[in-house]
């Protein structure tokens, strides 16, 4: 039998072939609810009609409610993963946007996640750089959700209040830039919806700017306590100098040890390499190398090295963009060789096509 239902896409209902014709199966005319004409007057209500009805209307309803610009709840997907791939073919049509491996992937779980939330954080950044008219309209509220969110993990832990004001700042002007130019611009979105944002924006750059940091009460050990080979090799695993340089104003002892100079070397090599550094020379007035004015220049000139706890997982195989704990679906033979670790930068050249 043809389709037979409303929209052409259905399979259809049931249908039995009969002397007399084609009749509907008895089994889907029980199912089916009685028509609206049967119905009395006084039973005919709204609560019997959603008892009766269904509650189909209601559905859909809330989709528009969750898709409404006044909802904080980010849409979900119920894979957290994506196939990424950049055309379309006879097996595949359609390709995969930036917006929506966004909505996608689960980054309301991985800000919550000590070991992801450096990695969301330097890519929502990265996105506000360059990547902001990519975004859909849903992939923008949901990104300005994650991005409420982290703030107020931030406002909560009083942890990384630095990383979250210079994302911040890099938004506001990104949005600056690109609303001056009305006309011009490719946002997605009602002008004032976005100014309304940057006022947003405004008013979580005043909570982390007024907020007072409540130091524990604690009788025990401190870092000022230990001995200065263990504070020296504390200050080694800290990969930000200007993390090093605040940690030495605490006391004159971690003032000393933030300006040793064999930190500073080792930290220049780290995020460097020997070319650039050769580049960058700096002479004290003793005529020795100063690693620190180096480090700070070269900073200005070439990008630092980046390291993460855990990131995103790319699979060659399947082409499909996961979290390292999520389910993914892969049909290769050895999986675990077919993975590899995605950067921030990597993630957004996914998309560049």
């Not at 049509?93 to 689960?106: I, P």
Request: hydrophobic residues 35%.
């Amino acid at each position: 039998m043809p389709f037979l239902g409303q929209d052409w896409r259905s399979p259809g209902q049931s249908w039995i072939k009969t002397d007399s014709g084609w009749k509907r199966s008895k089994v889907e005319a029980n199912n089916n609810v009685a028509p609206l004409s049967c119905y009395s007057n006084e039973e005919f209500n709204k609560e019997n009609f959603l008892n009766n009805v269904g509650y189909d209307f209601m559905t859909k309803k809330r989709k528009k409610d969750i898709l409404n610009n006044n909802t904080k709840i980010q849409y979900f997907h119920h894979d957290t993963w994506i196939s990424v791939h950049k055309g379309s073919t006879k097996e595949r049509h359609g390709y995969c946007t930036l917006g929506e491996a966004f909505n996608r992937l689960d980054f309301s779980s991985a800000i919550r996640d000590i070991r992801r939330f450096n990695y969301v954080v330097r890519l929502l950044e990265l996105i506000a750089k360059s990547q902001l008219t990519s975004l859909s309209g849903i992939a923008q509220k949901n990104y300005m959700n994650i991005l409420e969110r982290v703030v107020q993990k931030v406002l909560e832990d009083q942890c990384d209040i630095r990383l979250i004001k210079e994302l911040l700042n890099c938004l506001y002007a990104t949005i600056c830039a690109l609303v001056k130019g009305v006309g011009k611009c490719v946002l997605v979105g009602n002008i004032n919806t976005w100014v309304y944002r940057m006022e947003v924006i405004l008013h979580w750059q005043q909570q982390l700017n007024n907020m007072q940091i409540i130091r524990p009460i604690s009788t025990g050990m401190t870092l000022t306590d230990l001995p200065m080979c263990l504070q020296l090799n504390i200050l080694e695993r800290l990969a930000d100098g200007r993390d090093i340089v605040n940690l030495g104003q605490v006391s004159p002892t971690l003032q000393v040890l933030s300006e040793d100079k064999l930190l500073w070397r080792k930290l220049c090599r780290y995020h460097f390499t020997e070319r650039q550094i050769r580049k960058r020379l700096i002479l004290s007035e003793k005529g020795h190398l100063d690693w620190k004015k180096m480090y700070f220049k070269l900073g200005r000139c070439y990008p630092k090295k980046e390291q993460y706890v855990d990131t995103l997982q790319f699979c060659r195989h399947c082409h499909i963009l996961f979290w390292k704990d999520t389910n993914h679906p892969c049909t290769a033979n050895d999986p675990d060789g077919s993975y590899t670790s995605i950067s921030p930068l990597e993630f957004i050249s996914l998309f560049k096509f």
